[in-house]
C-alpha cells in the first residue's frame, strides 16, 4: 500500500523500523519509484561502474529523461512485485513521486538527479535505526529527499533517524588517473580518501557482524565512520572482492539465512573470506543464465551476476526472476522455495529486488550469529 500521513494511534504502537539481516519474516518494506527518473549525469564514478554499451549510452543521453520504450515495462514489473509482496503480506510503503530532471548544485558542481529506483542504497537499516547514506554519485545527492515523509513518519513513531555527514564530492575525492583494472591486474578504485563515502549497498546485515566491500562508491573512511558510529555492540568485517568494478555487494556475497552464504565465484574466493563466514555453508552461485535481448543488453546498469540479487521473504521463501532458470533450480535443491517474478526490465534503472528494497521491518531480534 502506499504511505499515509500517521494517526495518533499508529505513534502509539511500537517502532515501525527493526531489522537486524536478510532473512528473517519481513513485515514491512520500502520499494522504489520510477517516475521522473533522469539518464544519471555525466561524472567518472558514474561511467566507471557501468558495463560497456551502457555507459556508452548513458554518456551520450545524460542528463535526459528516461525513455517510455524503457520506463514503461520495468513500470509493468514494478507494479506486478509490487502486489506480489502484498499478497505475501508485506506492507508497501512508497516515496513521493520526484522530478530528478531538476537541476541542482553546490558551491563545487552541478548536477541533475538519478531516480528513486533503488532505495537500498541510500539507507541503511541498523535495528531500529535508519540512516541516510553519504553517496558518491553527484546525482544521487538530494535523492533520500523524496523518502523524508516516511522518514519523518518513522521517526515520530519511535525510529532513530540519522544522516552521515553530507559529503563535499569535489574533485579531491575522485582520483584522476583512475582507470579500470586489466584482468589479472590488482583492484583498485576511483575514491580517495579526502573524506567519508559509502551506499548502503555495499553492507550485509548478520545481527551483531556486518560485511561490506569496497567499492567504488565506499571508501575506507566511509567503513570507518560508520564503525565508530555504531559503536562497540556491532563488528564491521570487510570482504575481499575480484570484481574489476566493484560497486554493491548483493551481486557479490549475500546471506540466505543463518549458517548459509551465497557467493559469485567470479568474485569470491572462498579461501579469502573472513574465517567466521568460512564456518558457514557456501552457496556457490550456478553461471547466470543469458539474457539475448539486445536492447536490455544496451539499457542494463547492471552486470550479469544480477541473477544473484533476491529477496528473502524468511528463511524459506525468496524472489527470484524466472528468467534465471540455473539459479531457481539451484535454490531449489538448495531447499529453499523461489518465488518467480520477472524484473529484467528494471536493470536499466540499476538492480533488481534487493535493490529496488528497502527492509524497513522483520520479524526478529538482534542476536550473534558467530
Known amino acids: 500500500m502506499n504511505f499515509h500521513a500517521p494517526s495518533s494511534e499508529s505513534s502509539a504502537a511500537a517502532c515501525p523500523v527493526s531489522s537486524h539481516n536478510e532473512w528473517d519474516p519481513l513485515e514491512e518494506i520500502i520499494v522504489g519509484r520510477l517516475e521522473g527518473s533522469t539518464i544519471p549525469s555525466n561524472?567518472?564514478?558514474v561511467t566507471c561502474n557501468i558495463p560497456g554499451m551502457a555507459a556508452r549510452a548513458q554518456s551520450l543521453a545524460a542528463g535526459f529523461r528516461f525513455p517510455k520504450f524503457m520506463v514503461e515495462p520495468a513500470q509493468e514489473e514494478l507494479d506486478n512485485f509490487i502486489k506480489v509482496l502484498?499478497?505475501?503480506g508485506v506492507t508497501v510503503t512508497r516515496p513521493e513521486p520526484f522530478d530528478h530532471h531538476a537541476k541542482f548544485s553546490t558551491p563545487y558542481w552541478s548536477s541533475r538527479g538519478f531516480c528513486n529506483s533503488c532505495p537500498r542504497d541510500s539507507m541503511l537499516v541498523i535495528g531500529d535505526e535508519i540512516l541516510e547514506t553519504p553517496m558518491a554519485w553527484p546525482c544521487?545527492?538530494?535523492?533520500?529527499?523524496?523518502y523524508r515523509t516516511i522518514l519523518k513518519d518513522y521517526f515520530r513513531r519511535g525510529a532513530r533517524w540519522t544522516s552521515a555527514p553530507k559529503p563535499q564530492l569535489t574533485d579531491a575525492l575522485f582520483d584522476p588517473n583512475f582507470e579500470l583494472p586489466k584482468k589479472g591486474e590488482p583492484i583498485r578504485y576511483i575514491l580517495t580518501e579526502f573524506e567519508p563515502v559509502f551506499d548502503a549497498a555495499d553492507f550485509?546485515?548478520?545481527?551483531?557482524?556486518i560485511f561490506v566491500t569496497r567499492s567504488n562508491v565506499t571508501n575506507k573512511m566511509g567503513v570507518d565512520w560508520l564503525r565508530r558510529h555504531l559503536g562497540e555492540g556491532y563488528r564491521i568485517h570487510e570482504i575481499k572482492s575480484r570484481c574489476p568494478n566493484p560497486m554493491h555487494i548483493d551481486t557479490t556475497i549475500l546471506p540466505l539465512?543463518?549458517?548459509k552464504i551465497l557467493i559469485n565465484p567470479e568474485?569470491?574466493?572462498?579461501?579469502e573470506l573472513p574465517e567466521i563466514l568460512k564456518k558457514w555453508d557456501i552457496l556457490v552461485a550456478p553461471d547466470p543464465t543469458p539474457i539475448d535481448d539486445r536492447i536490455l543488453a544496451i539499457t542494463s546498469m547492471c552486470g550479469k551476476w544480477l541473477s544473484m540479487n533476491i529477496l528473502m521473504i524468511d528463511e524459506k521463501r525468496m524472489i527470484v526472476d524466472p528468467h534465471h532458470v540455473n539459479m531457481m533450480r539451484q535454490v531449489e535443491k538448495w531447499g529453499f522455495e523461489p518465488i518467480p517474478v520477472p524484473f529484467l526490465?528494471?536493470?536499466a534503472f540499476g538492480?533488481?529486488?534487493?535493490?529496488?528494497?528497502?527492509d524497513v521491518r522483520r520479524r526478529g531480534t538482534l542476536e550473534s550469529y558467530f
Open 267 to 271: 568474485y569470491i574466493h572462498p579461501d
Open 257 to 259: 539465512g543463518p549458517g
Open 351 to 358: 538492480g533488481a529486488y534487493h535493490c529496488a528494497t528497502l
Open 345 to 347: 526490465h528494471y536493470a
Open 204 to 209: 550485509f546485515r548478520c545481527g551483531r557482524d
Open 140 to 146: 544521487r545527492y538530494f535523492e533520500t529527499h523524496s
Open 43 to 45: 561524472h567518472p564514478v
Open 86 to 88: 502484498e499478497s505475501l
